[in-house]
């Protein structure tokens, strides 16, 4: 079955940099979307970044230049470089993957419908 499992969280300080990657097992599509999504407790879970199997990239106004996402293919796996960190960036933050055609990727990052997630993993910034 499909499964993404997640690494590489933890805690650095405001301007520091973490790098987050997810690998996926289990399927085979022709084209998809992956995407980052984080979640602070008591609120809703928030589009970070997404990526389709072309390499096109969409990101939330928050982390742009910033974050970076990216995609490699051969290993099914992505990674979210995240550079200049603030505290504001601390939450849980969650892969995801639905086999979808590419140019629909971009509406992922807004309406969270991922068909599978990974497990999170945790980023917590001090100041």
């Known amino acids: 079955q499909v499964q993404l499992m997640e690494s590489g969280g933890g805690s650095v300080q405001a301007g520091g940099s973490l790098k987050l990657s997810c690998a996926g097992s289990g399927y085979n599509y022709r084209s998809y979307c992956m995407g980052w999504y984080r979640q602070v407790p008591g609120k809703e879970r928030e589009g970070v970044a997404v990526?389709?199997?072309?390499?096109?990239?969409t990101y939330v106004d928050s982390v742009k230049g910033r974050f970076t996402i990216s995609l490699d293919n051969y290993k099914s796996t992505i990674s979210l470089q995240m550079d200049s960190l603030t505290p504001e960036d601390t939450a849980t933050y969650y892969c995801g993957l639905e086999e979808t055609e590419d140019w629909k990727c971009a509406l992922f990052l807004y309406n969270g419908a991922f068909s599978y997630w990974g497990q999170g993993t945790q980023v917590s910034v001090s100041s």
């Open positions: 990526i389709d199997s072309e390499g096109t990239t």
